[in-house]
């Protein structure tokens, strides 16, 4: 049988975003979205989330290009002075693994972003994270111990394919077969750790070599290359104009991610594949 969860990232990071993850949901085949704590929409994200209690919520995890939910006071050289993180995940990576005092801080506001998410009442379904954050080794290890904690579940294991994307896309091929290693490297690393808890994961993830560009057409052809199992696919929907998605994704193709989303197309073929949407707790949506 072939299960796919469709989710959409960035919820709570603008007005435009969350427009977007609504109509994707209400409109198309989205089945869940992963939210922002320290998103400047994060209130209004979880009002939206209150208002159509099918979507199902997980912890976008963010610790660069965001800002942190802790008073700077309490994670100094975390963030700057204005409580933002750093804006290059290279440096960061580089950061959270060779600085050791880092890490009681990182901890410290990585369990805050789960507690403010909790706060809300919204169940946390998974964990993902803002550019993959979620999968360092140091912010991994730390997870490790807080998802069991907190009874979060289920956790974006980001692996993808590079023979099925390449088949489908063979834009930026040096990139993909970098991030290929890479995440191939570090999915080995928790996916043992993962299964000793218990928490669940995908099959395969799909969204880490085309994101920002999950087009009608690339999605049309990349459901061929879904698999027995449960894959998931991430998006990041949003609607234009908004200020913040210009700032910081002006190369997303946020309207063209969306238009995916709520495409008769898409939902024509996943009909003829026998592909099921469903979401981390196992419910099933019917084809909007």
Request: glycine residues 10%.
């Amino acid at each position: 049988m072939k299960q796919l969860i469709i989710n959409a990232d960035d919820f709570g990071l603008s007005s435009g975003a969350n427009r977007g993850i609504i109509r994707a949901w209400q409109e198309g085949i989205l089945t869940s979205a992963s939210l922002m704590p320290g998103g400047e929409a994060f209130d209004e994200a979880v009002a939206l989330a209150k208002e159509n209690p099918g979507l199902q919520v997980g912890l976008h995890l963010t610790l660069v290009q965001g800002r942190g939910v802790l008073p700077r006071e309490g994670i100094p050289h975390l963030v700057d002075e204005s409580g933002n993180f750093d804006n290059d995940p290279v440096h960061c990576g580089m950061r959270y693994f060779f600085l050791k005092p880092l890490r009681k801080r990182l901890a410290r506001e990585i369990e805050a972003q789960i507690v403010k998410v909790r706060e809300t009442g919204l169940p946390i379904s998974h964990v993902d994270g803002h550019l993959n954050i979620h999968m360092h080794p140091v912010v991994f290890d730390i997870l490790s111990r807080l998802m069991p904690r907190y009874g979060i579940s289920s956790f974006r294991l980001s692996c993808e394919d590079l023979k099925a994307n390449l088949s489908v896309d063979r834009q930026r091929v040096v990139g993909k077969v970098a991030e290929s290693f890479i995440f191939g490297r570090l999915a080995d690393a928790c996916r043992g750790r993962l299964d000793t808890l218990g928490i669940t994961y995908s099959d395969e993830v799909k969204g880490l070599y085309n994101s920002g560009r999950m087009t009608e057409d690339y999605l049309l052809a990349t459901l061929d290359t879904v698999r027995d199992g449960m894959t998931e696919i991430y998006f990041h929907p949003g609607c234009r104009p908004c200020a913040t998605l210009d700032r910081w994704m002006p190369e997303y193709r946020h309207d063209d991610e969306l238009a995916a989303l709520t495409s008769p197309k898409v939902r024509e073929k996943m009909a003829r594949l026998g592909i099921r949407l469903r979401n981390y707790r196992g419910e099933e949506k019917k084809y909007a």
